[in-house]
């Protein structure tokens, strides 16, 4: 393994004692969980950064060349954006289900490492850099959106139930997280939109394949379709509660499965 | 000297005994001049709630005290002592620090983890600290008290989840809309406990007011409490949808509100989140309403049930709470013990005597020629010096400690030569 990569190994663990701690503090009322979690995403961050600037300048490649850094990429945008918002919005709860999946996603990352990857990507144009990157930014609006939901969802669940104490008590209002998931799904949307446009644009002008050749660039379509189909019936139909909530839940889940499947395949 | 808490709570008397022996706040300061007139104490404090009524004593002789003490409220009080007698209890030293920091933190109260203790206590301090009767020992007492039963609501859940049905609606509101401000509370018959649910939520910022009722001058009369307005009863389904939270208590033997009436008013609201609280019995709500996607509905025994268990977690909290006061007090009795003369003595004359070390050493070293003899004069001039100047302030102290309120001159001396920075 390279530097960087044991780096990265050691951002994992970073990120499976967060996950750990968030969770103690959400659902086993550990107190101090979540300050000892956020204090390891911190660190993890910054560690994450300097792994991929390492990588970024070792490759002469941007940090999203190849599956493994994309992925890495993703989750340090993910963590980040999160970080923002935890304090300001009062969102410590939420920390209990992106830690996990940021864990989730490294390591699968980690798992079938760099040599498995694929060889680094070539970005001959900077409409292709503009276009990855503003995806990648919406499918950070979009993984904010699918834990939120969750949140909604755990929220709703122990409402319907009457369990209304312990893990209740640290979840943020159903009104508050709906709003939440709808500004984190209107940003992420936005951005894809335009990434998708440019993708498109860039693929039938310039150098690189044409669209409907990448199972990527489809994927995220489809995705962009189902959040899409989300923000109409919202709007049209007034759609909230928890079907809504379930169509992000599911929509994101099988999107986030069949991208890893397709890019880490033998 | 030994600290001493005597009185009586909701435990140990009952109703009227506590409310004859309690002291109102502008009665306090009186009390406590008398207080200290009457009893062997050189500080005193009266913490008086609808639970409690409690005096905090420092005295060199607790036994004479507690007897003054009960004088001085069956004096006070106009009341013969036999009469609370039986129902007074009283703690000496580590036990009555522990005792308020018990007090102080909600363990000790009869709704466990309530917060307005800690601002009683506070208050309680306050009258004392304005009299004068707080000085050295019960001053860091009654604030390290506050300071512990802060520690006990922010590290622990003692005070968390509300106690009865009307403020846990209000919590469930608030987790479901988070702000209640521009919520409309709809209020289906005119019964006293829907009444006082939708006082809470109005208290919490909900603004509309709509009130329905077979009778149509008790839902206007009820309307006109909160200046609200009335919705006519035949009116409701079509009224419904602009209900975020709906109150019911009718007296109806049938249900009220059927899922079909609900189902349409969702539809009508573009389906944002409606919160039902049916504490009619029987129930005024169909339960098949709670199925319903963003409708929420609780009844009487699901509200009394989360009541229950925020109890039960608040009791699960207590032993939490019971180790920090263990730790505190024990902090307590080791800041208690810098007050005793002898370690006293001790950190002044190791300061002394490392001040005139360093001097020695930075005079020595500046002048290097001297030797010998030299050197053994200047070292005794300079201990004769230090003797000298420590001679008053030791004797002071040691005099100190044969008077009851010798600590609160050792006290002085610890702060007038900084001992507590330097340990």
Known sequence: MKGHEWLLMLVLLAYLAATMGYQAEIFFKVKGGARGGRILLLGAVVLQGIALVGHTLALRTAPFANAFTAANFFVWLLLVAFLLVEKPRRLTALGAFVTPMAFFVSLVAFAVRMGRAGSPARFDSPWLVVHVVLIGLGFVGLGLAFCLALVYLTSEKMLKTKHVTGTFRYLPSLQITDQLVLQSTTIGLALMTVGLAIGFYGGMTHTFIAPWRDGRILLSAFTWLLFALYLCTRRLLGWQGSKAHWMIVAGFAVFVLTLMVYQFRP | ????????????????????????????????????????????????????????????????????????????????????????????????????????????????????????????????????????????????????????????????????????????????????????????????????????????????????????????????????????????????????????????????????????????????????????????????????????????????????????????????????????????AQWLKTLEVTPTLKALTQKAEQIREAELQALFNRLPHLQGRDRELIQAALKAVVNKLLHDPLITLREAAQSDDGYLTIDVMRRAFKLDNDS
């Open chain 2, 1 to 332: 000297m030994h600290i001493l808490a005597l009185g009586l709570n909701h435990r140990t008397a009952p109703v009227d005994l506590r409310e004859r022996l309690a002291f109102a706040p502008s009665q306090v300061g009186e009390a406590l001049r008398r207080l200290m007139q009457q009893a062997p104490a050189t500080e005193a404090a009266i913490l008086s709630t609808c639970n409690r009524s409690e005096v905090y004593a420092v005295t060199s002789n607790h036994n004479a005290a507690v007897e003054r003490i009960k004088q001085f409220l069956a004096q006070f009080h106009n009341l013969p002592a036999e009469r609370f007698s039986p129902h007074l209890y009283h703690c000496l030293d580590d036990e009555s620090v522990k005792h308020l920091f018990r007090v102080a933190c909600g363990v000790d109260s009869m709704v466990v983890g309530e917060t307005q203790i800690l601002a009683q206590v506070k208050e309680a301090f306050d009258s004392a600290r304005a009299c004068g009767t707080v000085r050295v020992v019960l001053d860091e007492l009654f604030r390290r008290a506050l300071r512990v039963g802060k520690r006990a609501r922010t590290e622990t859940d003692i005070s968390k989840g509300a106690l009865s049905v009307s403020s846990a609606a209000v919590e469930l509101a608030k987790q479901i809309f988070g702000d209640l401000r521009g919520t409309n509370i709809l209020l289906l018959g005119a019964g006293k406990m829907s009444e006082l649910t939708a006082r809470y939520l109005v208290a919490q910022g909900a603004t509309a007011v709509f009130v329905t009722n077979r009778t149509y001058e008790r839902a206007a009369e009820l309307a006109r409490k909160f200046n609200g307005a009335t919705i006519a009863w035949d009116h409701l389904p079509q009224q419904l949808h602009r209900a975020d939270i709906v109150i019911s208590s009718t007296a109806a033997p049938h249900y009220v509100l059927r899922h079909d009436t609900v189902a349409a008013a969702m539809r009508a609201r573009r389906r944002r989140p409606m919160f039902l609280i049916d504490i009619a019995v029987p129930r005024d709500i169909e339960p098949s309403v709670n199925a319903l996607d963003n409708v929420f509905l609780f009844n009487i025994d699901d509200l009394e049930q989360v009541v229950a268990e925020n109890r039960r977690e608040r009791e699960k909290e207590v032993h939490k709470v019971e180790v920090m006061i263990a730790e505190e007090t024990g902090k307590f």
